[in-house]
């Protein structure tokens, strides 16, 4: 049965939920302006599958975001901060055992890293959705930057930022079924939020490419904020990484059985 809570790190209340499932644990971290309950109504994580595979699911909402509680400082949100929030949830949920880590965007580069900075602390981890890096990044950097100066003039427009985003293609027929929800961000922390994703980046590729654990590279195609070009590179300089890349909505569904299965197999 799930049980939830929060455990403070450097200042923030860190809400979780807690899956249950014997075994190893595997961290799950969401999305910019995202949370784990949006990701699991969206069919990003299965509890279900991943306890059938002998994992033990903790999905986690990253500061500011969700039930976590968080502060209006750019800095709080920079990927590498994440990062540090991330291993610290390692050390309290597995202290003397390896983990797997799940992400998606936000937490995709949140995974990396923690990577770079404790190997040690990971078994194998699936990086779904990997965002604009190095060369694309600087267009993304500029939508944060704007985004933050129109939620800073009205707040109120937090509510609607997500439906004026353009949608891929590969998404289009499932958001006319369902509309993207609001940030699950507070308007008065979201400029903040979006400043720190803009001062970020993945690891310098030199950093990777020491990483010698089990990946599972998870990309969608038509989305220029998180290009399979980002996948591509990620495959070249991590030694241990498979890649699939998904032409379809439907085939993103495949990603929770993709992932348990990567796990199960992996210890």
Do not use: K
């Not at 790190?9 to 809400?15: E, K, P, S």
């Not at 075994?23 to 302006?33: E, I, K, M, T």
């Not at 699911?57 to 590498?80: E, F, K, M, Q, V």
């Not at 190997?119 to 959705?129: D, H, I, K, T, Y």
Request: with cysteine.
């Amino acid at each position: 049965m799930a049980e939830s809570g929060t455990i403070t790190i450097d200042g923030a209340a860190l809400a979780y939920t807690d899956h249950g499932g014997e075994g190893p644990v595997v961290f799950h971290a969401h999305g910019l302006s995202s949370c784990s309950a949006d990701e699991q109504a969206a069919g990003l994580i299965d509890p279900a599958a991943l306890r059938a595979a002998g994992l033990r699911l903790i999905a986690y909402d990253a500061r500011g975001h969700g039930g976590s509680s968080g502060r209006a400082a750019p800095a709080d949100y920079t990927w590498d901060n994440l990062a540090d929030d991330l291993l610290a949830l390692a050390d309290v949920f597995s202290p003397r055992v390896p983990v797997h880590a799940m992400g998606v965007s936000m937490g995709t580069a949140t995974i990396l890293h923690a990577l770079t900075r404790r190997p040690e602390r990971f078994r194998s981890v699936v990086l779904g959705a990997p965002p604009t890096a190095w060369a694309t990044r600087a267009a993304q950097v500029a939508v944060y930057g704007e985004l933050a100066a129109t939620v800073e003039a009205d707040p109120a427009a937090a509510a609607s930022m997500m439906e004026s985003m353009p949608v891929p293609e590969i998404f289009a027929d499932v958001q006319n079924q369902a509309p993207t929800p609001a940030p699950a961000v507070d308007p008065a922390l979201l400029p903040a939020v979006l400043r720190g994703a803009g001062a970020s980046d993945l690891p310098e590729p030199d950093a990777l490419t020491g990483l010698t654990l089990p990946v599972l590279l998870l990309a969608w195609d038509t989305d220029p904020g998180h290009p399979v070009s980002t996948t591509e590179r990620l495959a070249e300089l991590l030694p241990g990484a498979d890649a699939h890349v998904s032409r379809t909505a439907a085939d993103v569904g495949t990603w929770p059985g993709r992932a348990a299965e990567f796990f199960a197999t992996r210890g």
